[in-house]
């Protein structure tokens, strides 16, 4: 019962760094998305992938890179950390049927300072 | 473009109160409506949803009806417990779109 999986938990990042931020997911979902989760703001949408090979912009794409090699597998990869970065990142993936709901991971709380 | 507004919250509540949380769109054509909730230190999970107007989702004692003279989907619960606390994320998602729009989210504490 993995269902969608991130790594790691927790990271504190100095400013200019880099890092990966994992997700994988043993449903055989097709669609996959990366979330940022700031209080108050609610969820907002960073990219998302509608299978293996296929990724597209959400709303707050800047900063941020990501690859879709194999249906299980949607790293996030932070180029160049910057504080603005600073937030709680939540993979997820849904069914392509229409109006199935996503499962999510339980986070990862990032902090760049 | 589509969007959610839900109130703000924090609530904070005693045991065995109703509860509700307000929720309306702005989308075009006939969107699907979600409700989904975040227990401390966890992802979110779907509680209910309706996809047609005038569904009634329900689950664990909590119902929204999609209202589409309103653009409504207001969250009620008759008699909350302390295990409702949480924070509840109102979402659409058009036809034909793979991707959800959240609201803000609302804080819901419930004392024993």
């Known amino acids: 019962n993995a269902g969608v999986t991130q790594t790691p938990k927790f990271r504190i990042l100095k400013i200019g760094q880099s890092m990966t931020l994992q997700c994988t997911q043993d449903?055989?979902?097709?669609?996959m998305y990366w979330y940022r989760q700031d209080p108050g703001m609610g969820l907002k949408l960073i990219y998302y992938?509608?299978?293996?090979?296929?990724?597209d912009k959400g709303e707050v794409p800047n900063g941020y890179n990501v690859s879709r090699s194999t249906t299980e597998d949607f790293p996030l990869r932070l180029e160049l950390a910057a504080p603005s970065q600073t937030s709680v990142y939540f993979c997820?993936?849904?069914?392509?049927?229409?109006?199935?709901?996503?499962?999510f991971g339980n986070g990862t709380r990032l902090t760049v300072t | 473009g589509d969007s959610v507004t839900q109130m703000e919250g924090p609530v904070t509540l005693s045991e065995e109160a109703f509860l509700t949380i307000n929720c309306t769109y702005t989308?075009?054509?006939?969107?699907?409506l979600f409700w989904y909730v975040q227990y401390p230190g966890e992802g979110l999970q779907l509680l209910l949803k309706?996809?047609?107007?005038?569904d009634k989702g329900s689950n664990k004692g909590f119902e929204a009806t999609y209202r589409k003279e309103t653009t409504s989907f207001h969250l009620e619960k008759g008699s909350v417990q302390v295990s409702d606390s949480a924070v509840y994320f109102c979402?659409?998602?058009?036809?034909?779109?793979?991707?959800?729009?959240f609201g803000a989210g609302t804080t819901v504490t419930v004392r024993a």
């Open positions: 992938s509608v299978g293996a090979g296929i990724t």
């Open positions: 449903m055989n979902h097709n669609y």
């Open positions: 997820a993936s849904r069914d392509r049927e229409p109006n199935s709901p996503l499962h």
């Open positions: 979402a659409l998602s058009a036809p034909n779109d793979y991707k959800l729009s």
């Open positions: 309706a996809t047609k107007a005038d």
């Open positions: 989308a075009t054509g006939y969107p699907s």
